[in-house]
């Protein structure tokens, strides 16, 4: 067994030196060296506790129980780093390159206050996030479509919301979550009692208990979907109603049994209308619920107690709050005022801008257009 361990340890060491070859320096786009420096960081701390592990374990001076233990965490730490963090250093095409400096722009444009994230076209399931490596994964042809990337600003705020309570500068962020949180729980203690009271059903109890154990998971999208409301403005909206215009899945899906992650498309429709309408983009708002009724109402209604998930003065506290707290952090906020008097050269006016002119053109004209406009952002960006 003790050499089974030591041989593990030297596999696993040498590993972490090819994966560090395989990061494909010098870089061919500046905007990676956050993440190059990330992975090689994670890389080298575990190569040297490895290295201490060995050498501890070849003059039996370590418990075996602890160093597998130990040997087993590096092992899953340098296999999250393989398989989110190198990708992108490896496959350094084009398209990697592009959306790493449109992230790079949209970090100075919204004042956001960390290392930019990176992004990878190698996802299978839409726009998600690693965080171990900070790394944003999208599909292969992400870098040629401009109406699904306001949801970069919704990842962006996953990785804010996983540094607020490590970063001082979203200390007032991190306080107005967790006042939100608290919010959420002293709402449904309340309904509860008041259930109670009136002799609901343990049916009804047993339910109402269910939706709030959800909330721990919506609370989170919920932040994310209003952080990118607040820095960029109605394109996430819409953006949103266009992703859910191409699911199967229900608008208004709610789980009594088992765990759900994200709230209902309805939820979250409903959710942009309001924190729209505080920003002062309340001509939009009209028209983006107009659009959703057209879609969304004919595919059915929602389910009974609906209604018990996503009450509409929670809602509004949400938003409330965390508009404060970003605020407070310094992030710029999109206001209709701000999008109006400013030079229309960001990415966030140029993706609100998308959308206006995809409802006003034919789909030829505006494919013809969003081509155009990706080419010229590209010879700005990647020079």
């Not at 960081?41 to 370590?62: A, K, P």
């Not at 619920?289 to 004919?298: D, F, G, L």
């Not at 701000?338 to 990415?347: F, T, V």
């Amino acid at each position: 067994m003790k050499k089974y361990l030591t041989s593990i340890i030297y596999e696993t060491i040498e590993r972490a030196l090819i994966l560090k070859e395989r990061m494909k320096l010098p870089l061919q786009y500046a905007e990676l060296t956050g993440l190059a420096n990330r992975c090689k960081t994670i890389l080298d701390e575990r190569i040297e506790i490895l290295n201490q592990l060995l050498e501890l374990h070849e003059r039996d001076e370590v418990d075996i129980r602890y160093a597998w233990r130990s040997v087993r965490n590096i092992i899953r730490e340098i296999e999250w780093t393989e398989s989110y963090g190198i990708p992108p250093l490896y496959y350094q095409s084009k398209e990697v390159g592009f959306l790493n400096s449109l992230i790079f722009r949209i970090h100075k444009e919204i004042n956001l206050p960390l290392e930019p994230p990176s992004v990878a076209c190698l996802s299978d399931k839409y726009y998600y996030t690693a965080l171990f490596v900070n790394v944003i994964f999208v599909p292969l042809s992400e870098s040629d479509f401009i109406l699904h990337m306001p949801d970069f600003y919704h990842e962006i705020g996953h990785y804010v919301s996983s540094h607020m309570r490590n970063e001082r500068r979203l200390e007032a962020l991190s306080k107005k979550y967790q006042e939100a949180f608290n919010f959420v729980t002293a709402y449904y203690n309340e309904l509860l009692v008041q259930k109670r009271r009136e002799s609901a059903p343990e049916e009804i109890v047993f339910l109402i208990r269910r939706i709030h154990s959800h909330w721990k998971y919506w609370i989170e999208e919920f932040f994310c979907d209003l952080f990118a409301l607040y820095v960029l403005g109605p394109a996430f909206a819409w953006s949103h109603l266009h992703f859910c215009a191409k699911k199967p899945e229900n608008v208004y899906q709610l789980s009594k049994i088992l765990p759900q992650t994200h709230p209902s498309d309805e939820a979250r429709i409903r959710m942009s209308k309001i924190a729209l309408n505080k920003t002062g983009f309340n001509d939009e708002t009209q028209v983006i619920e107009e659009k959703w009724k057209s879609i969304m109402v004919p595919l059915g209604a929602p389910p009974v107690e609906y209604h018990y998930a996503y009450a509409t003065s929670v809602l509004e506290q949400i938003s409330d709050l965390i508009l404060e707290g970003m605020r407070a952090s310094g992030f710029n906020i999109a206001t209709v005022d701000n999008m109006n008097n400013e030079k229309q050269d960001k990415i966030g006016d140029m993706l609100n801008t998308a959308w206006k002119i995809f409802w006003k053109l034919n789909p030829e004209e505006f494919r013809h257009w969003e081509k155009q406009t990706l080419n010229q952002i590209a010879k700005n960006t990647l020079k």
